[in-house]
């Protein structure tokens, strides 16, 4: 008898915390979702140019966003001279495609091999440049102007997109190089591992072969660099 009792009261507790169960899954199926934070974004395409006479046209990209119900905004600002992405449009086939699916900040981009104005470079565009932000460097969950400026080429198609600057290190200043085919750039390195890039810093001299894979390698090496360090040591240093 009280064996029968057990395994009734065991069957009515199993039942029990099977409908506890089931009613647990239905509620959580009902809950409504807020609607998606995507319908208060406007894509934004300004603006829109032709590399050279080719057919292709970039398009830069900017975001707008309305506010939420209250009130607030629910992404990060951008800057107004900065892009999120470029698209790519080819006007004789009608095919399109995006630079890049990472998280960048464009800040400008140039397709005349940073050439001075008035100045031509004579050679076809098949390369076109970026100045990026795509690294949060300092840690506070931003991309920003505390972070570093890294050098990007593309081909003239916005294929092939990838960095030539050095890592870690925020371009200053570049060249294009037409009769030996290199970039040269300058890039200040943080030297003083205080997580900034500013006039405290070293500056080093880097150059690139443009149309290979290689990385960019330091032009003046450690022997020069130390005598520069010692001429500067004997005639500059303060007198007590």
Not at 177 to 196: G, Y
Request: proline share 2%.
């Amino acid at each position: 008898m009280k064996t029968n009792i057990l395994i009734l009261l065991v069957a009515i507790i199993s039942l029990v915390s099977c409908e506890k169960s089931l009613t647990d899954i239905e509620s959580s199926s009902n809950v409504e979702t807020e609607p998606s934070a995507i319908e208060n974004l406007n894509i934004q395409m300004n603006s829109f140019s032709e590399i050279d006479s080719t057919g292709i046209l970039i398009f830069p990209l900017q975001m707008g966003q309305n506010k939420r119900d209250d009130g607030d905004f629910t992404y990060k600002e951008m800057p107004d001279n900065g892009y999120w992405n470029i698209i790519f449009f080819n006007s004789i086939t009608n095919e399109y495609h995006l630079l890049t699916d990472k998280k960048i900040m464009i800040l400008d981009y140039d397709y005349k091999y940073n050439s001075e104005e008035g100045i031509n470079v004579s050679k076809k565009t098949n390369h076109i440049f970026y100045n990026v932000r795509n690294i949060d460097f300092n840690n506070d969950k931003l991309i920003n102007d505390k972070d570093p400026i890294s050098l990007f080429v593309s081909d003239r198609f916005g294929k092939n997109f990838r960095q030539i600057s050095p890592l870690n290190m925020s371009i200053n200043n570049w060249k294009f190089i037409q009769a030996s085919n290199k970039v040269v750039m300058t890039a200040t390195i943080d030297s003083n591992k205080n997580k900034l890039f500013d006039g405290n810093d070293e500056v080093l001299t880097f150059e690139v072969l443009l149309d290979s894979l290689v990385q960019p390698k330091e032009v003046f090496n450690s022997e020069l660099k130390n005598t520069l360090k010692k001429l500067y040591d004997r005639d500059w240093k303060r007198i007590k």
